[in-house]
C-alpha cells in the first residue's frame, strides 16, 4: 500500500511474502478447523457441514458475497485505511494490532453474539499481524475470507447471523 496524493493505492504482494504467508496461513488454518470443527461438533452437531450438505448453492453464494462484499471492504477500512492513518501515532506494533482488533471486534457489535465478538477479536489478531508483516490487502483480505469461509463451511453460519440449511 502506498499513499499518493493523499490517497490510498493498494498494490500487489511482493513476491518474498507468497511462500510464508501460504505456509503460515495452512498452519493456522488447520488449528481453525480443528478447533472449530470440534466446537461444531459437540455444540450443535446438527450444524456440521449442514449448509454445504443441505443448500450447496447457498453456500457457494455466501463464499462469494462473503468473500467480495464483507471481507474486501473490511479489510480496506481495518486495515489497509487504518495502518496508513493511524500507525504513526503508535510505536509499539503490539498495542497497535491489539487496538486494530478490538476495533475490528467492536465493529461486529450489531450481530448481538459474544461468539462472533470472540471470533473477530482473535480473526482481528491473525489479520493485523498479517498486514502488519506484508502491508498486503490482498494477502490480508485471502487470509480472512479462507477461515471465514471456512466457518461457513463447517456449519458455523447461523451461529455467525448467516443463513443456515433449515
Same mark, same amino acid.
Given at each position: 500500500m502506498l499513499k499518493r496524493n493523499g490517497l490510498l493505492k493498494l498494490t500487489f504482494p511482493q513476491k518474498a511474502y507468497w511462500k510464508p504467508f501460504w505456509r503460515e496461513t495452512v498452519i493456522k488454518?488447520?488449528?481453525?478447523?480443528?478447533? !472449530? *470443527?470440534? =466446537?461444531?461438533?459437540f455444540v450443535a452437531p446438527d450444524k456440521l457441514f449442514s449448509v454445504l450438505i443441505k443448500k450447496p448453492q447457498l453456500w457457494v453464494?455466501?463464499?462469494?458475497? =462473503? &468473500?467480495?462484499?464483507?471481507?474486501?471492504?473490511?479489510?480496506?477500512? =481495518?486495515r489497509t485505511f487504518f495502518y496508513n492513518r493511524y500507525e504513526v501515532l503508535i510505536k509499539n506494533k503490539w498495542l497497535f494490532i491489539f487496538i486494530n482488533a478490538i476495533l475490528f471486534s467492536l465493529a461486529h457489535l450489531f450481530l448481538r453474539s459474544f461468539l462472533v465478538q470472540v471470533l473477530t477479536f482473535i480473526g482481528g489478531l491473525l489479520f493485523a499481524y498479517t498486514f502488519q508483516r &506484508?502491508?498486503? !490487502? !490482498?494477502?490480508?483480505?485471502?487470509?480472512?475470507?479462507? =477461515? *471465514?469461509?471456512?466457518?461457513f !463451511?463447517? *456449519?458455523?453460519?447461523?451461529?455467525l447471523a448467516f443463513p443456515g440449511a433449515d
Open positions: 488454518l488447520i488449528v481453525v478447523m480443528v478447533v !472449530t *470443527g470440534l =466446537y461444531v461438533f453464494i455466501i463464499l462469494f458475497v =462473503y &468473500t467480495f462484499l464483507s471481507v474486501w471492504p473490511q479489510e480496506i477500512i =481495518y &506484508t502491508k498486503s !490487502t !490482498t494477502l490480508v483480505s485471502i487470509e480472512h475470507a479462507i =477461515y *471465514g469461509n471456512w466457518l !463451511t463447517v *456449519g458455523m453460519g447461523e451461529m
